[in-house]
């Protein structure tokens, strides 16, 4: 059974300071993982990947990742984080084989609060 | 460039009437469809998916069904409407294959059922 884990349900920063929301994942076999972004009310938005080589993938408005083997995680950072950065940001999981791999499985999400 | 659009944008609709939402993306040929339902506040659920026209594999039963009528059109429907069934309901779609993760979503419908 896949599961994504999102521990934090609300983080709050002020504006230009960094973030790490944290993703952690439990599967056994090859995996997608990615970052969404969700403004209140709106859809999602695609943010980055990460299915192999180097560890840390870069996404827009900039927004990385660094995946984790060893920790099964999948941590979002930003350096230096804006207003227009306040929303739910969701991990998902999804297996890289046969029709599963048309499924998506997304984390319970962070809720991201910038301050000015 | 690729374009998603989900009609309507809300529905306020009674317990037991019957409910259809769709979806059209436009620019993209073949590509693989899918329903989500989010509660308010909440994590999103995948539906259905679909990898080609008439072909709908459901992911969850919450007594609704999809069709893919056309390439590029979605629907999901219901003949009896639940409370259960309030929410916010998103389409998207993502590259034939496995779709690699990579999914991109339509603005959402708001469902309100009383």
């Known amino acids: 059974t896949q599961t994504v884990s999102q521990s934090d349900a609300h983080v709050t920063v002020f504006e230009g300071d960094s973030v790490e929301l944290r993703c952690n994942y439990s599967y056994g076999g090859s995996i997608y993982l990615s970052w969404y972004i969700q403004h209140h009310g709106r859809g999602l938005q695609f943010l980055l990947k990460?299915?192999?080589?180097?560890?840390v993938v870069q996404g827009v408005n900039g927004f990385e990742a660094e995946f984790s083997k060893s920790d099964s995680s999948f941590h979002l950072r930003k350096a230096s984080v804006h207003w227009s950065d306040s929303a739910v940001y969701f991990c998902?999981?999804?297996?890289?084989?046969?029709?599963?791999?048309?499924?998506?499985?997304f984390g319970t999400g962070t809720l991201l609060s910038v301050k000015p | 460039a690729q374009t998603i659009h989900q009609w309507p944008v809300a529905e306020i609709k009674a317990v037991g009437s019957p409910l259809s939402l769709g979806c059209t993306i436009k620019g993209k040929s073949s590509p693989n469809l899918y329903w989500y339902w989010q509660a308010t506040g909440g994590t999103l659920q995948q539906l259905f998916y679909?990898?080609?026209?008439?072909?709908v594999e459901s992911v969850v039963q919450l007594n609704l069904s999809a069709s893919r009528p056309k390439d590029d059109q979605f629907i999901l429907s219901t003949e009896k409407l639940l409370l259960s069934h309030s929410g916010f309901y998103l389409c998207?779609?993502?590259?034939?294959?496995?779709?690699?993760?990579?999914?991109?979503f339509g603005p959402g419908t708001r469902l309100t059922v009383l």
């Open positions: 998207a779609w993502s590259l034939g294959g496995t779709g690699g993760g990579e999914q991109y």
């Open positions: 679909s990898i080609t026209v008439g072909q």
């Open positions: 990460y299915y192999s080589g180097n560890p």
């Open positions: 998902a999981v999804s297996p890289s084989y046969g029709g599963s791999g048309n499924k998506l499985i």
